[in-house]
């Protein structure tokens, strides 16, 4: 195989060291890292508020989260999930492009995983962000209250939102750089607090024993039974976000930095948990509507402090998701999970996507859940419901992987049982959620998966119910193209006429492509090319291979590049040009007309065939409906050309039916005289 020059995965942040540790911090762990934002108040709120708790329900509660975080995100994510890299990227569709060759079934796990992990990050931004400015509210600035009431944090939080979305056409590589250093001392803050809250009672370390979070889940100082769980799974929600955004900083990374992060985390949660036991009695306390331990616990000279860094730690968190919403949909995208949507890289660091889409939908969404939900309270009940459903499809995923690596059974099958088990018991807790809000994510979840049905299933019609007589060889053709070059009597058409399309076993292509070039207007061109764009499971691969026939006037490209890579066409076919001219593959091809010196490829031409379906077609209802959704789905999203990377190239559109079924042919018979019952028709 001919290669193009490799695109080489990006490797700032790929080893360990301190610069990479540093970026980890800002770049991965954003969302899980603002949890104790609202956990424990979510705890609380769960079982009655304070007042009502006692000190079995504190440190029951806590211990919950502590083996939450063992289990889910240490055990499952850090230490199995992360070796399920792909060339080093990370996530639900790199996962599945390892095994999906294991089984067709396992598109459904892959599919309903990122759905709902989309799902999930449209709710992140506007829980955290909320959160953060209800901090405000109440507070005095030198001797002046800031935010009065629960409108206004509503309208800052919509502003924040607004201006954070705006500013992604940009690229947000230079505001990047300082992520790091802002969570490293977000981190540190929460953990040297909650160290300092420990201290004044180290009994609560207790909660590090498993018997007293089992405990709980039976006990009836629990008023939640089960359901608390819901409460307790939000402190490990951003652990698939962490496996997601491997890519970006490298699995050394992660491992490296994970033990601080953790510690923190742990720190805090405990810490929160004493400020609880020693205030519970606190009659200040036991009427506030919107009481969180976490701004409480401060003392009253670091308030505003902790709220600037939160509120900038939530920011960060929502710029992590908003990125790995753009990474996960241009993944799904290349997989043919999606349709084509405009991907812009506005820096020259290739991590950063900016699909404008998504963008406005992302932020319209956010915007209208916190104008709706009002609350952080409100928004926390619809919290974590959708990424209960990604988890267990990422387990189901991991099962296969460890199965194709040939791990034993009994270790596999046992993953698979263990985490399964554990994230159906939070999956089954967070249901009750659903009234509450729930529905929320899980109604923007069915649309995505509902867009990825149609798409893929949208295909799999038309490929099953099409003539089979409209694939046709290129061998068949090969004498009336090559007469059709060499005739003079037509006008040149172009140099290099390129179809892309998809050349099923080196030589099959539909037969609406050699109707356009022989029939509908006969098109005379130098060399004509036929291009077939393949989406390889190595993210960053870029290669191509051709196939002659014997001849220079006709040519099958098939172009193997990685889910990551632009698809440039018009560029990478005037390299395979220049190469195959170099070689003596092609003659070359000199213009007379051009600013280019020694210019040695010709003009070239690119022919688009827009599908319609026919009204001949004959299909069930069912299989109608999808084929129309997904065509409809392809109209109004990324034109073909601007995929192809053609925005400024020669194209030309040509609109064909799409006839699919067994359609009948009526014959006609010439009949001698009119029949008697006929009508004269229009």
Not at 262 to 280: D, E, K, M, P, T
Not at 604 to 624: I, R
């Amino acid at each position: 195989m001919n290669k193009f020059t490799r695109i080489k995965t990006p490797t700032k942040g790929k080893r360990l060291s301190a610069a990479g540790l540093l970026i980890a911090l800002g770049v991965v762990y954003g969302d899980i890292g603002t949890s104790p934002l609202y956990v424990m108040k979510s705890i609380v709120a769960g079982n009655g508020g304070m007042g009502k708790i006692s000190d079995e329900f504190i440190t029951g509660s806590v211990s919950l989260i502590f083996w939450t975080l063992v289990i889910i995100t240490t055990l499952k994510y850090v230490l199995i999930a992360l070796r399920a890299d792909n060339n080093g990227e990370g996530g639900i569709f790199a996962l599945y492009t390892l095994i999906r060759k294991r089984a067709a079934w396992l598109i459904v796990p892959a599919m309903v995983g990122g759905a709902f992990l989309l799902a999930d990050g449209m709710l992140t931004p506007s829980v955290t962000v909320t959160t953060a400015i209800e901090g405000l509210k109440g507070t005095p600035l030198n001797g002046k209250i800031l935010l009065h009431s629960q409108s206004e944090v509503i309208l800052v939080t919509i502003v924040i939102l607004t201006f954070l979305f705006f500013i992604q056409r940009f690229g947000t590589e230079s505001i990047g750089k300082a992520f790091g250093p802002i969570m490293f001392i977000w981190f540190a803050f929460i953990g040297g607090i909650g160290l300092f809250s420990i201290v004044k009672d180290p009994l609560i370390l207790r909660a590090l024993n498993p018997y007293y979070a089992i405990k709980i889940l039976f006990s009836p100082e629990n008023k939640a039974g089960i359901f608390i769980l819901g409460s307790v799974f939000l402190a490990t929600t951003g652990a698939e976000a962490l496996y997601s955004d491997m890519g970006h900083v490298g699995r050394r990374n992660i491992y490296g930095s994970w033990p601080f992060v953790n510690l923190c985390l742990v720190l805090n949660y405990f810490g929160q948990a004493v400020w609880i036991h020693q205030n519970n009695g606190t009659n200040a306390f036991q009427h506030i509507a919107d009481f969180n331990p976490f701004f409480e616990m401060m003392p009253s000279f670091l308030k505003l402090f902790t709220i600037i860094i939160a509120t900038l730690a939530a920011i960060i968190a929502s710029q992590a998701l908003i990125s790995g919403s753009y990474t996960l949909v241009s993944e799904g995208i290349r997989l043919r999970l999606l349709p084509r949507l405009h991907v812009i890289y506005p820096t020259n660091s290739r991590g950063q996507l900016y699909i404008p889409v998504v963008n406005i939908i992302l932020w319209l969404v956010c915007c209208t859940i916190v104008y709706t939900f009002q609350t952080s309270e409100h928004m926390e009940a619809a919290y974590g419901l959708a990424i209960t459903m990604t988890m267990l499809m990422t387990t189901i995923l991991l099962f296969e992987f460890l199965r194709l690596k040939k791990v034993p059974t009994i270790i596999s099958l046992g993953s698979l049982l263990f985490f399964g088990s554990v994230e159906t018991m939070f999956f089954i807790s967070s249901i009750i959620k659903f009234a509450h809000g729930g529905w929320v994510t899980v109604l923007i979840g069915l649309v995505i998966l509902s867009i990825m049905f149609i798409w893929q299933m949208g295909d799999y019609y038309r490929y099953n119910n099409i003539y089979r007589t409209e694939d046709v060889s290129l061998l068949a053709y090969k004498n009336q193209l090559h007469a059709l070059s060499e005739d003079t009597t037509n006008p040149l058409y172009t140099t290099n006429l390129v179809y892309m399309t998809k050349v099923h076993d080196e030589r099959y292509i539909k037969k609406t492509i050699l109707y356009s070039i022989l029939d509908k207007r006969p098109k005379r061109a130098q060399i004509y090319w036929f291009v077939t764009v393949n989406v390889t499971d190595d993210p960053y691969s870029a290669g191509y291979t051709v196939e002659t026939f014997d001849t220079d006037y006709m040519i099958n490209v098939q172009l193997y590049l990685g889910f990551r890579v632009e698809q440039k066409v018009n560029i990478f076919l005037r390299q395979i040009i220049n190469d195959m001219i170099a070689k003596g593959e092609l003659p070359r091809q000199p213009q007379q007309y051009t600013t280019i010196p020694d210019r040695e490829v010709g003009d070239f031409s690119f022919v688009m065939l827009q599908e319609e379906l026919s009204p001949e077609t004959e299909l069930g209802s069912y299989q109608k409906a999808i084929i129309q959704a997904r065509l409809f789905l392809q109209k109004i999203t990324l034109s073909p050309a601007t995929w192809f990377g053609l925005e400024y190239a020669d194209v030309v559109t040509e609109r064909v039916p799409l006839i699919l079924g067994k359609v009948p042919i009526v014959k006609l018979k010439r009949l001698k005289q009119k029949p008697e019952n006929s009508s004269d028709t229009l």
